[in-house]
């Protein structure tokens, strides 16, 4: 009954490979999010979806394509994997009203070689 | 633009010491504040909140209390355990960007028997 899922918890491919990261809540919540956690371990917003739309693109470069087919699921597909991409990606998801706390997945380590 | 800093960890204390993180922001309106826990491996966790001036948030024997004087939100914990060795993030909410979430940097405490 895990409230936010993301798969796979571990991804290692090389550079130029385009891959996929899925995420998946069954809390009922309207609004989706990605971050990315670098080495450092800080967290930066990348994408914000509400019922499938779009709110949030922050300065991301175009190889990263999220992708709603519907309000649980919040899937994040990226072109031509480069060194720099490596880190741990969060799925996140909350209600839609102000202040509502974040609810995060487990995160995918993503490591580019 | 909005911006929260924490005290920089490591932060290595005995069980049973008191423990203080230092959380200071910088918002245009009236944000949220958040604290977030990350154990081992593991997404997110919210610990606690408070999402106006004075309000004072608690959970686990954690505590936080909103200070706009000072732009601040210390967490708080009289007595710490083994079991709460984690990465600890301050966060703010303006409330009006969709949910999105500033952190910190994050503080990695590390609690020794």
């Known amino acids: 009954d895990t409230a936010v899922s993301q798969t796979p918890k571990y991804l290692v491919t090389q550079m130029g490979n385009d891959k996929s990261i899925k995420c998946e809540q069954n809390l009922g919540h309207d609004t989706m999010y990605w971050y990315k956690q670098d080495s450092k371990k800080f967290l930066k917003i990348m994408f914000s979806y509400n019922n499938k739309e779009l709110i949030i693109n922050e300065t991301v470069p175009n190889r990263f394509s999220p992708k709603s087919p519907d309000k649980a699921h919040l899937n994040l597909h990226i072109n031509s994997l480069e060194l720099g991409d490596s880190a741990v990606y969060f799925c996140?998801?909350?209600?839609?009203?102000?202040?509502?706390?974040?609810?995060f997945g487990n995160g995918t380590r993503l490591t580019v070689t | 633009g909005d911006s929260v800093t924490q005290m920089e960890g490591p932060v290595t204390l005995s069980e049973e010491a008191f423990l203080t993180i230092n959380c200071t922001y910088t918002a245009t309106g009236y944000p949220s504040l958040f604290w977030y826990v990350q154990y081992p491996g593991e997404g997110l966790q919210l610990l606690l909140k408070?999402?106006?001036?004075?309000d004072k948030g608690s959970n686990k024997g954690f505590e936080a209390t909103y200070r706009k004087e000072t732009t601040s939100f210390h967490l708080e914990k009289g007595s710490v355990q083994v079991s709460d060795s984690a990465v600890y993030f301050c966060?703010?909410?303006?409330?009006?960007?969709?949910?999105?979430?500033?952190f910190g940097q994050g503080t990695e405490l590390s609690v020794k028997p």
């Open positions: 966060a703010l909410s303006e409330g009006n960007q969709g949910g999105k979430l500033i």
């Open positions: 408070a999402t106006k001036a004075d």
């Open positions: 996140a998801s909350s209600q839609t009203r102000r202040h509502a706390p974040l609810h």
